[in-house]
């Protein structure tokens, strides 16, 4: 009689087994090594958040924040289950969820390396522009990378094909899970993946589970992932409404605080007598341009910037206080564009662009109000369009025309940079201006300056010292002087249009290559200040403005132009001339060198307007938009 095999045997026993025993065992099988898998790969995400730092991530996981890490591991855990179920093997399924971790992994450590902050739900939006992320990522951190996944894979795919090959030649065959129990776990796991994503919903009991443990930190989403973990962070950042309700918002108050501004504009008014019918009026926000002599720490071989530094002394100029450092550019085009700040809206809204496009069509901004006064209005973007959806927010904010690197006419670049320089999208202004038959209103996105910079320009005279890489500073600096000469120049050139043209020219935030010694000799103000200079073509207005907010560019566009002012920017006006410059954790109130960190260091007159201001911001994003009825954004 021929001996079976012991798979055999497996195999024999397995058939005589009831149905329900062997979908248990499935089960169980599953279960099991979902939570290795999810355990394991929650330990990877600790490790890169924590900069490499396996003794940090032990340390949350059997010291301080065990629930927390074992509240992540389910979660990991679902998504694992979700994974099998859909393919059919437990093997994949891990290698899927352990590449996914990898993945996040990286894409956290470099967030935090050059923009210190954490990979949020919204980055993924940017997917569609890896290429463009993959530049700017470190070198070596890629390679290692790319090789990590790689092994990943590779070995990954050798063990299933082992697997297969060792079952083939004993004469097992595993079975796939089991038809029923994988459409019961999709199903499951799939209703239970849509819960956890209404994590900020009222009443949501993941949320519950993880409040019992979790110390949530809505200032510093650096803090946030820390303390509750790389998923507890992510979790905490999914969809949320922009802003919690303000105590006392309601239609009468609204129409109290639209009566109240509407007086105020008409006051001001009175000696406001020009009008924006034949004023080009220009935003340029520079990317990543800034003053490094204005950091301590920072060696400077020569001054990058001097043309503009005797600009800023001939007009209205002064300082930009940024949200982001190393990053966060559409944060501050959307403060820009809409006077409306980051400040107000919960900590978790990380960028409005990709989190509410859809409500952009509802909120004031510059685009909609100069469109009233029949201005042609142009946003020019020199990069592909879906960065940041631009495509889609320029579309729901009005824009008539939005050019980018695909239909731009000028698009010459210097020596080694990538990017489409800031003079070809100044002759690209030029021509938009000579085209049009009315005055214009052109929001330009420049991308010269943009990060990795480190070779550039081989031919670069300037030097760098004291930074965490001396080698980028120096090609930044380079980039900084191409970017002074070519906004001299088309300032020179605005100067023969026969119409008055007004530009207002900032940089979004400083690069990130700094390092900690930089950040550590300068105060957090410095480190998000860059400069903004407002200059007229045909009138002289210089005024000193020291540090503002991007959310108060056109109160002082419409006072160059001598115009009238709507109710709300007779709000802007007087919130700027209590509070000229905020955004989380900076405050900088008039008259003061010193920044506070909280709303309640504030005095109570600054206090009462920033609460008017919060109605108002409230209305016209989440609430009735009672203000947008009665006017309040229109002459």
Do not use: C
Request: aromatic letters at 12%.
């Amino acid at each position: 009689m021929l001996k079976t095999s012991r798979w055999q045997q497996q195999k024999r026993h397995a058939a005589e087994q009831p149905l329900m025993s062997q979908l248990l065992k499935e089960l169980g099988l599953t279960l099991i090594s979902g939570f290795l898998v999810a355990s394991v790969s929650n330990f990877i995400l600790q490790v890169f958040q924590n900069q490499f730092s396996t003794e940090l991530a032990f340390k949350f996981i059997f010291e301080w924040h065990t629930e927390l890490f074992l509240l992540g591991t389910s979660v990991l855990l679902i998504l694992y289950l979700w994974l099998v179920s859909l393919i059919g093997s437990r093997r994949i399924g891990a290698l899927a969820l352990l590449v996914l971790a990898l993945g996040m992994g990286i894409a956290t450590q470099q967030k935090m390396a050059f923009r210190e902050e954490p990979m949020y739900p919204s980055d993924f939006a940017m997917v569609t522009n890896l290429p463009f992320l993959l530049k700017m990522m470190d070198a070596r951190v890629l390679w290692l990378s790319v090789a990590g996944i790689g092994i990943l894979l590779v070995g990954g795919y050798s063990l299933i094909k082992y697997f297969r090959k060792r079952n083939k030649t004993t004469g097992y065959q595993r079975k796939p899970l089991n038809k029923g129990l994988r459409a019961g776990l999709l199903v499951l796991s799939s209703m239970a993946l849509v819960y956890i994503n209404a994590f900020n919903d009222p009443g949501n009991r993941v949320k519950a589970a993880y409040n019992d443990y979790a110390y949530w930190i809505p200032y510093s989403q650096e803090m946030n992932y820390y303390n509750n973990g790389f998923v507890g962070g992510f979790l905490y950042n999914l969809n949320v409404s922009p802003m919690e309700k303000p105590v006392g918002y309601s239609k009468k108050r609204i129409e109290q605080l639209v009566e109240k501004y509407e007086k105020q504009a008409q006051t001001i008014n009175k000696t406001r007598t020009a009008v924006l019918d034949d004023v080009n009026i220009i935003y340029v926000m520079n990317e990543s341009f800034s003053d490094p002599t204005a950091l301590a720490h920072v060696g400077v071989s020569q001054d990058p910037i001097p043309k503009i530094r005797t600009l800023m002394e001939q007009h209205t100029s002064g300082n930009m206080l940024s949200q982001g450092y190393g990053g966060g550019t559409a944060n501050i085009e959307f403060e820009a564009l809409t006077g409306l700040s980051m400040e107000p809206f919960v900590s978790n809204l990380s960028t409005p662009y990709t989190q509410m496009p859809s409500r952009l069509n509802q909120v004031p901004s510059v685009v909609s109000y100069l469109q009233q006064l029949g201005h042609a209005t142009t946003a020019i973007h020199p990069y592909n369009t879906s960065m940041y959806k631009r495509k889609q927010v320029y579309e729901e904010m009005g824009f008539d025309t939005f050019i980018h690197e695909g239909t731009m006419t000028y698009d010459d670049k210097l020596e080694n940079n990538p990017y489409i320089s800031d003079y070809a999208a100044y002759q690209e202004i030029l021509a938009k201006l000579q085209e049009t038959d009315r005055a214009d209103f052109v929001h330009l996105v420049t991308m010269q300056n943009h990060m990795p910079y480190a070779t550039n320009y081989p031919s670069t005279a300037f030097k760098g010292s004291h930074t965490a890489d001396d080698s980028e500073a120096a090609n930044y600096y380079q980039g900084l002087a191409y970017s002074d000469d070519a906004l001299k120049n088309f300032l020179d050139q605005l100067q023969d249009l026969a119409e008055d043209t007004i530009v207002v020219f900032w940089g979004d935030h400083l690069p990130g290559f700094y390092g900690d010694e930089v950040v550590a000799a300068n105060d957090e103000l410095t480190m998000h200040q860059t400069p903004v200079l407002i200059a007229s073509t045909k009138k002289s207005e210089n005024e000193t403005l020291d540090t503002i907010s991007p959310i108060y560019f056109m109160n002082h566009v419409l006072k160059a132009a001598g115009a009238p002012v709507t109710p709300y920017y007779a709000l802007l006006m007087e919130l700027e001339d209590v509070l000229p410059a905020f955004e989380k954790g900076i405050y900088l109130e008039k008259g003061s060198q010193t920044a506070k960190q909280s709303r309640e260091e504030l005095t109570a007159p600054t206090l009462e307007i920033l609460q008017d201001y919060d109605l108002l911001q409230y209305d016209t994003t989440v609430g009735e938009n009672y203000s947008k009825t009665a006017h309040f954004y229109s002459e």
